[in-house]
């Protein structure tokens, strides 16, 4: 994995390095054959640092390409290439992201610090007005930061410092905290930032505004009143939490959900006034649920008289609707269900299936119709399958752990029609739901 030192990219950014990656790319030549061409060139060593950031440029182009690439090969027309490695890239926004969240700051004028600013992933979209100050402890993200104002041609300052110490006469500020020392580790820690949660409250009153960017899985509770909570993700996931303060702050106390597409265009927005969380209930539920989670038999393993969530528990109605990633995320998925139908309900606490009347609206939620529902036992789901006819399966497991290949594999389902096969639970029972897709 690519960790690139300040020496590195000074070596990346040379004309030389620079007109072979455009060469490269343009040919789409292979590790091997680009290998071969800089071997009389360059070191062992500037060799593996030219070859690894080859490597990486095809997820960067993915990462951070605009409508005006197409395609890598238009990428490779750019007069100068983004700089970023591996724990950079992994750590940095996205362009869709990155295109919606220059929106919140269209009415900021003055200058902004981008505290903990990395390669420069935030910076890049900030609107062109604002006078941007990169701050960062390590050189070779600031060497980065630097390096990748040039190649866009925006005009951007830099400082290393501290943070959490830094001098400033910003009026606003942007800050994503460090999440991990190493490429491709495993956060599990949510509050284990760099500077914490606490410290940005307190950097935060140096300015009259900003945002601080934080996992999606944050604890609620613990993010400080008179903010605004903004979840963002597309439609099959939720990428990060946001929590603006001051002037960026325009629905105080209020958790909002915005889903984007690719080009960082609104898809659809929802809104709902802060609740306080019960985690340590949620997490109780889920251990229990993964300490019981197996296909033996439909024991009732815990009582269910009431739902963390802000639905209550009620039996599988005609329609059952899963909800998207940035809904369950931000918690708002039972209040939109309310609104969209009276009587939606969960099935079993702490399982996140909507049951309802109606159908619930896309593209906040995935709605299918009941075909019928057993009991999970080898013999009761095979009888079900043949009495519809289904011979296509596609199977959905919630509160339950199998195989889903090897489990359709088992059943031999024979047929013409095809369904949806839900192992999950009603009411803490281990149930199977056979359920058709609902386009809405």
Same mark, same amino acid.
């Given at each position: 994995m690519a960790e690139f030192s300040v020496q590195d990219i000074a070596l990346l950014t040379s004309e030389g390095v620079q007109g072979f990656l455009k060469e490269a790319l343009q040919k789409k030549l292979?590790?091997?054959?680009?290998?071969?061409?800089?071997?009389?060139?360059?070191s062992n060593e500037e060799r593996k640092t030219i070859l690894d950031y080859y490597t990486i440029l095809p997820k960067i182009f993915e990462r951070f390409c605009t409508n005006d690439f197409k395609s890598i090969a238009d990428f490779a027309k750019n007069p100068r290439f983004l700089i970023c490695d591996t724990l950079a890239y992994e750590q940095s926004t996205a362009?869709?992201?990155?295109?919606?969240?220059?929106?919140?700051?269209?009415?900021?004028?003055?200058?902004?610090?981008?505290?903990?600013?990395?390669?420069?992933?935030?910076?890049?979209?900030?609107?062109?007005?604002?006078?941007?100050?990169?701050?960062?402890?390590?050189?070779?993200?600031?060497?980065?930061?630097?390096?990748?104002?040039?190649?866009?041609?925006?005009?951007?300052?830099?400082?290393?410092?501290?943070?959490?110490?830094?001098?400033?006469?910003?009026?606003?500020?942007?800050?994503?905290?460090?999440?991990?020392?190493?490429?491709?580790?495993?956060?599990?820690?949510?509050?284990?930032?760099?500077?914490?949660?606490?410290?940005?409250?307190?950097?935060?009153?140096?300015?009259?505004?900003?945002m601080v960017k934080l996992p999606p899985g944050y604890p609620v509770n613990?993010?400080?009143?008179?903010?605004?909570?903004?979840?963002?993700?597309?439609?099959?996931? %939720?990428?990060? %939490?946001l929590v603006l303060f001051g002037e960026l702050a325009k629905n105080k106390d209020n958790v909002r959900a915005v889903m984007?597409?690719?080009?960082?265009?609104?898809?659809?927005?929802?809104?709902?006034?802060?609740?306080?969380?019960?985690?340590?209930?949620?997490?109780?539920?889920?251990?229990?649920?993964?300490?019981?989670?197996?296909?033996?038999?439909c024991d009732r393993t815990y009582r269910?008289?009431?739902?963390?969530?802000?639905?209550?528990?009620?039996?599988?109605?005609?329609?059952?609707?899963?909800?998207?990633?940035?809904?369950?995320?931000?918690?708002?998925?039972?209040?939109?269900?309310?609104?969209?139908?009276?009587?939606?309900?969960?099935?079993s606490e702490g399982i996140a299936y909507v049951s309802c009347d109606s159908p619930l609206p896309a593209p906040g939620f995935a709605t299918f119709k009941i075909i019928d529902k057993c009991e999970i036992a080898s013999g009761a789901v095979r009888n079900m399958l043949h009495e519809h006819g289904i011979g296509k399966l596609t199977l959905k497991l919630r509160g339950v752990r199998l195989d889903p290949d090897a489990e359709i594999k088992r059943l031999k389902p024979k047929g013409k029609n095809e369904a949806i096969l839900f192992y999950t639970r009603v009411k803490g029972e281990k149930t199977a739901i056979l359920a058709e897709r609902v386009l809405t």
């Open positions: 292979d590790t091997l054959k680009a290998a071969e061409k800089l071997a009389k060139l360059y362009s869709d992201l990155g295109i919606f969240k220059k929106t919140l700051w269209a009415n900021c004028e003055g200058k902004v610090d981008d505290l903990c600013s990395g390669m420069g992933g935030d910076s890049m979209f900030l609107p062109a007005h604002l006078k941007v100050r990169g701050v960062d402890l390590d050189e070779a993200r600031i060497a980065m930061f630097k390096a990748n104002a040039k190649a866009l041609g925006i005009e951007r300052s830099t400082i290393l410092a501290d943070v959490r110490t830094v001098e400033t006469d910003a009026e606003y500020f942007t800050i994503d905290p460090a999440r991990r020392a190493a490429v491709g580790e495993n956060q599990r820690d949510l509050r284990n930032l760099t500077p914490t949660l606490k410290e940005v409250v307190e950097l935060s009153k140096k300015y009259k505004g900003g613990d993010i400080p009143k008179e903010t605004e909570i903004l979840y963002l993700g597309s439609r099959s996931d %939720c990428r990060e %939490c984007v597409d690719k080009t960082g265009n609104v898809i659809a927005e929802w809104n709902a006034p802060r609740a306080e969380r019960d985690f340590e209930s949620e997490e109780r539920i889920q251990q229990m649920l993964e300490e019981n989670d197996s296909l033996e038999g269910t008289s009431a739902s963390y969530m802000d639905l209550p528990l009620g039996e599988v109605s005609a329609y059952l609707s899963e909800p998207s990633a940035i809904l369950l995320r931000s918690h708002l998925f039972g209040e939109v269900a309310k609104q969209s139908d009276a009587n939606a309900h969960l099935i």
